[in-house]
């Protein structure tokens, strides 16, 4: 069983769980997070993660640096990805 979900797979589970969370294709939801001056992403519109039986919420000030994993997928490095 792998362990990781695979970046494609993390963001059509953000963006199907959580409706005010709009993006096209495979692209994270850039709007709902803020590039800050030390590299790290902070969180501007509350965000919701759904895989399986978890549901994790990140609020609006939540910081996410680097190798900041929930539910298993690197969502520092998804953010860097598609949102630079």
Known sequence: ???YLAIPTFLALLLL??????A????APCGSFHKLADGKWS???QVKIA??????MLN????I????RI???DIYAALEKSCR
């Open 65 to 68: 640096g680097p190798g900041t």
């Open 51 to 56: 895989h399986g039986n978890t549901n994790t």
């Open 60 to 63: 609006p000030g939540t910081a």
């Open 1 to 3: 069983m792998t362990k």
């Open 17 to 22: 769980a959580c409706p005010a969370v709009r």
């Open 24 to 27: 096209e294709g495979d692209k």
């Open 43 to 45: 969180v501007v519109k």
């Open 71 to 73: 539910a298993g997928v």
